[in-house]
Protein backbone atom coordinates (compact mmCIF):
# COMPACT_ATOMS: atom_id res chain seq x y z
CA UNK A 1 0.00 0.00 0.00
CA UNK A 2 2.57 2.47 0.81
CA UNK A 3 4.96 1.35 -1.57
CA UNK A 4 2.13 1.68 -3.92
CA UNK A 5 1.17 5.26 -2.75
CA UNK A 6 5.03 6.30 -3.37
CA UNK A 7 5.15 4.72 -6.61
CA UNK A 8 1.68 6.34 -7.64
CA UNK A 9 3.19 10.04 -6.33
CA UNK A 10 6.44 9.81 -7.96
CA UNK A 11 4.65 9.82 -11.25
CA UNK A 12 1.47 12.35 -10.54
CA UNK A 13 4.63 14.67 -9.22
CA UNK A 14 6.20 16.70 -12.05
CA UNK A 15 9.73 15.88 -12.67
CA UNK A 16 10.53 19.92 -12.68
CA UNK A 17 8.43 23.32 -11.29
CA UNK A 18 7.31 26.10 -13.56
CA UNK A 19 10.87 27.88 -12.96
CA UNK A 20 12.59 24.43 -14.30
CA UNK A 21 14.04 23.20 -11.07
CA UNK A 22 13.78 19.68 -9.87
CA UNK A 23 10.98 18.89 -7.27
CA UNK A 24 11.95 16.61 -4.27
CA UNK A 25 9.80 14.56 -2.50
CA UNK A 26 9.98 14.27 1.18
CA UNK A 27 8.26 11.49 3.21
CA UNK A 28 7.07 13.56 6.68
CA UNK A 29 7.72 10.35 8.60
CA UNK A 30 5.99 11.64 12.47
CA UNK A 31 4.44 8.49 14.05
CA UNK A 32 5.08 6.09 11.21
CA UNK A 33 7.10 2.43 12.03
CA UNK A 34 10.65 1.86 10.59
CA UNK A 35 8.79 -0.75 8.75
CA UNK A 36 6.04 1.42 7.16
CA UNK A 37 9.04 3.96 6.14
CA UNK A 38 11.11 1.41 4.67
CA UNK A 39 8.23 0.20 2.76
CA UNK A 40 8.04 3.93 1.28
CA UNK A 41 11.92 4.32 0.56
CA UNK A 42 11.57 0.61 -1.56
CA UNK A 43 8.86 2.72 -3.48
CA UNK A 44 11.06 4.90 -4.09
CA UNK A 45 11.63 7.78 -1.38
CA UNK A 46 14.93 9.14 -1.44
CA UNK A 47 14.15 11.76 0.97
CA UNK A 48 12.94 11.64 4.66
CA UNK A 49 11.88 14.09 7.64
CA UNK A 50 11.11 13.88 10.60
CA UNK A 51 9.15 15.96 13.07
CA UNK A 52 10.40 14.90 16.43
CA UNK A 53 13.84 14.05 17.93
CA UNK A 54 12.95 10.88 19.96
CA UNK A 55 11.34 9.67 17.10
CA UNK A 56 14.74 10.27 14.84
CA UNK A 57 16.43 8.45 17.35
CA UNK A 58 14.69 5.58 18.19
CA UNK A 59 14.18 4.61 13.97
CA UNK A 60 17.71 5.65 13.08
CA UNK A 61 19.38 2.83 13.13
CA UNK A 62 16.06 0.62 11.53
CA UNK A 63 16.17 2.43 8.64
CA UNK A 64 17.01 0.85 4.95
CA UNK A 65 19.57 2.53 2.69
CA UNK A 66 21.30 5.97 3.28
CA UNK A 67 18.28 8.45 2.45
CA UNK A 68 18.91 12.22 2.92
CA UNK A 69 17.43 13.33 6.15
CA UNK A 70 15.74 16.44 7.18
CA UNK A 71 14.43 17.60 9.90
CA UNK A 72 11.11 19.49 9.47
CA UNK A 73 9.44 19.67 13.18
CA UNK A 74 9.63 22.41 15.47
CA UNK A 75 13.43 22.16 17.32
CA UNK A 76 14.26 23.13 20.90
CA UNK A 77 17.73 24.07 21.94
CA UNK A 78 18.70 21.42 24.21
CA UNK A 79 17.86 18.74 21.50
CA UNK A 80 20.69 19.72 18.88
CA UNK A 81 22.93 17.66 19.94
CA UNK A 82 21.26 14.46 19.05
CA UNK A 83 20.74 15.67 15.63
CA UNK A 84 24.07 17.53 15.07
CA UNK A 85 26.00 15.67 11.95
CA UNK A 86 23.19 13.27 10.89
CA UNK A 87 20.96 15.57 9.80
CA UNK A 88 21.68 16.67 5.96
CA UNK A 89 18.58 19.90 6.08
CA UNK A 90 17.11 21.65 9.18
CA UNK A 91 13.97 22.88 7.56
CA UNK A 92 12.33 24.52 10.61
CA UNK A 93 15.12 26.74 11.67
CA UNK A 94 12.09 29.18 13.08
CA UNK A 95 13.79 32.22 15.56
CA UNK A 96 16.86 33.58 15.90
CA UNK A 97 18.11 31.41 19.17
CA UNK A 98 17.83 28.56 17.65
CA UNK A 99 19.58 29.84 15.01
CA UNK A 100 22.01 31.23 17.45
CA UNK A 101 22.34 27.59 18.87
CA UNK A 102 22.70 25.68 16.35
CA UNK A 103 25.36 27.71 14.85
CA UNK A 104 27.54 27.19 18.35
CA UNK A 105 27.36 23.67 18.48
CA UNK A 106 27.66 22.96 14.98
CA UNK A 107 30.58 25.26 15.12
CA UNK A 108 31.94 23.02 18.61
CA UNK A 109 30.78 20.02 16.39
CA UNK A 110 33.38 21.09 13.83
CA UNK A 111 30.45 20.53 11.23
CA UNK A 112 28.13 22.61 8.82
CA UNK A 113 24.48 22.55 9.19
CA UNK A 114 22.68 23.22 5.63
CA UNK A 115 19.10 24.78 6.98
CA UNK A 116 15.86 26.44 5.91
CA UNK A 117 14.58 29.69 6.98
CA UNK A 118 10.85 29.29 8.20
CA UNK A 119 8.54 31.78 7.69
CA UNK A 120 5.03 31.74 9.39
CA UNK A 121 3.05 33.10 5.95
CA UNK A 122 -0.14 32.73 7.23
CA UNK A 123 0.72 34.85 10.10
CA UNK A 124 -1.13 32.04 12.47
CA UNK A 125 -0.14 32.17 16.30
CA UNK A 126 -0.48 28.01 16.48
CA UNK A 127 2.99 28.40 13.86
CA UNK A 128 6.50 29.01 14.65
CA UNK A 129 8.43 30.93 11.98
CA UNK A 130 9.69 34.45 10.77
CA UNK A 131 6.56 36.91 9.31
CA UNK A 132 7.54 37.63 6.20
CA UNK A 133 8.39 41.04 6.59
CA UNK A 134 11.29 39.95 8.55
CA UNK A 135 12.63 37.83 6.11
CA UNK A 136 15.62 39.57 5.11
CA UNK A 137 16.62 40.85 8.12
CA UNK A 138 16.05 36.76 9.10
CA UNK A 139 18.02 36.04 6.19
CA UNK A 140 20.75 38.70 6.87
CA UNK A 141 21.48 37.84 10.46
CA UNK A 142 21.11 33.72 10.12
CA UNK A 143 23.17 33.87 7.36
CA UNK A 144 26.66 35.48 9.16
CA UNK A 145 26.73 32.91 11.90
CA UNK A 146 29.39 30.62 11.28
CA UNK A 147 28.66 27.41 10.11
CA UNK A 148 25.38 27.56 9.01
CA UNK A 149 24.39 27.27 5.82
CA UNK A 150 20.84 29.01 4.48
CA UNK A 151 19.81 26.84 1.29
CA UNK A 152 16.55 27.91 1.51
CA UNK A 153 13.30 29.08 2.99
CA UNK A 154 10.57 27.18 4.49
CA UNK A 155 6.75 27.57 4.88
CA UNK A 156 3.53 26.02 5.84
CA UNK A 157 0.40 27.16 3.89
CA UNK A 158 -2.52 27.58 6.53
CA UNK A 159 -5.39 25.04 6.42
CA UNK A 160 -7.69 26.73 4.23
CA UNK A 161 -9.93 26.01 1.76
CA UNK A 162 -10.16 29.49 -0.29
CA UNK A 163 -7.94 28.11 -2.88
CA UNK A 164 -6.93 32.00 -4.39
CA UNK A 165 -5.79 32.38 -0.89
CA UNK A 166 -3.75 30.01 -0.47
CA UNK A 167 -1.76 30.68 -4.28
CA UNK A 168 -1.47 34.42 -3.32
CA UNK A 169 0.33 33.04 0.16
CA UNK A 170 2.49 30.43 -1.83
CA UNK A 171 3.15 33.17 -4.95
CA UNK A 172 4.25 35.52 -2.30
CA UNK A 173 6.80 32.92 -0.82
CA UNK A 174 8.10 32.66 -4.07
CA UNK A 175 8.55 35.96 -4.71
CA UNK A 176 10.60 36.36 -1.76
CA UNK A 177 13.33 33.61 -2.53
CA UNK A 178 13.32 35.51 -5.69
CA UNK A 179 13.64 38.74 -4.50
CA UNK A 180 17.03 37.22 -1.81
CA UNK A 181 18.45 35.63 -4.35
CA UNK A 182 18.31 38.98 -7.18
CA UNK A 183 20.78 40.31 -3.67
CA UNK A 184 23.49 37.72 -3.94
CA UNK A 185 21.49 35.11 -1.48
CA UNK A 186 22.59 31.62 -2.63
CA UNK A 187 18.76 29.70 -1.96
CA UNK A 188 18.35 26.53 -3.98
CA UNK A 189 15.10 25.62 -1.94
CA UNK A 190 11.95 26.56 -1.27
CA UNK A 191 10.04 23.92 1.08
CA UNK A 192 6.30 24.54 0.57
CA UNK A 193 3.61 21.93 0.22
CA UNK A 194 2.28 19.02 2.12
CA UNK A 195 -0.45 16.43 1.12
CA UNK A 196 -3.67 18.65 0.77
CA UNK A 197 -1.71 21.53 -1.16
CA UNK A 198 1.46 19.93 -2.44
CA UNK A 199 -0.24 20.00 -6.52
CA UNK A 200 -0.84 24.42 -6.31
CA UNK A 201 2.57 24.90 -4.24
CA UNK A 202 4.80 23.80 -6.93
CA UNK A 203 2.78 25.16 -9.23
CA UNK A 204 3.69 28.40 -7.96
CA UNK A 205 7.28 27.24 -7.49
CA UNK A 206 8.02 25.53 -4.17
CA UNK A 207 10.82 22.88 -5.19
CA UNK A 208 10.55 20.22 -1.91
CA UNK A 209 7.26 19.24 -0.81
CA UNK A 210 6.98 17.04 2.37
CA UNK A 211 3.97 14.42 2.43
CA UNK A 212 3.07 12.76 5.16
CA UNK A 213 -0.61 11.41 4.81
CA UNK A 214 -0.58 11.33 1.11
CA UNK A 215 2.14 8.17 1.63
CA UNK A 216 1.14 6.17 4.50
CA UNK A 217 -2.55 7.18 4.91
CA UNK A 218 -3.93 8.90 8.29
CA UNK A 219 -1.56 8.91 11.26
CA UNK A 220 -2.31 6.97 14.03
CA UNK A 221 -2.11 9.46 16.70
CA UNK A 222 -2.39 6.31 19.54
CA UNK A 223 0.68 5.47 18.26
CA UNK A 224 2.77 8.90 20.12
CA UNK A 225 1.13 7.85 23.15
CA UNK A 226 3.10 4.62 23.59
CA UNK A 227 6.25 5.69 22.36
C1 LIG B 1 3.27 16.42 9.24
C2 LIG B 1 3.99 17.39 8.43
C3 LIG B 1 3.92 17.35 7.03
C4 LIG B 1 3.09 16.36 6.27
O1 LIG B 1 1.73 16.59 6.45
P1 LIG B 1 0.62 15.81 5.60
O2 LIG B 1 -0.52 16.74 5.54
O3 LIG B 1 0.33 14.56 6.32
O4 LIG B 1 1.21 15.55 4.25
C5 LIG B 1 4.67 18.28 6.34
N1 LIG B 1 5.42 19.20 6.95
C6 LIG B 1 5.51 19.27 8.28
C7 LIG B 1 6.36 20.31 8.90
C8 LIG B 1 4.78 18.38 9.05
O5 LIG B 1 4.84 18.48 10.38
Redesign the pocket.
Known amino acids: MIEENVKKLLKEIPEKNPFGEKVTLIA?V?LQTADGINSAICGGVTDI?D?QVQEFRDKFDLINGTPRRHF??HLQTNKIKYLLGKVDLY??VDRYNLAEELSLKSAKAEVTSNILIQINIGNEETKGGFPLEEADEAYRKISALPALNVEGLMA?LPFDRDEARLRSLAKAMRRKFDELNAQGANLKYLSMG???DWKLCIEEGSNMI??????FGE?NYKRAVSE
Not at 210 to 215: E, F, P, Q, V
Open positions: AKGNIGHSMMSGRLGTAIR
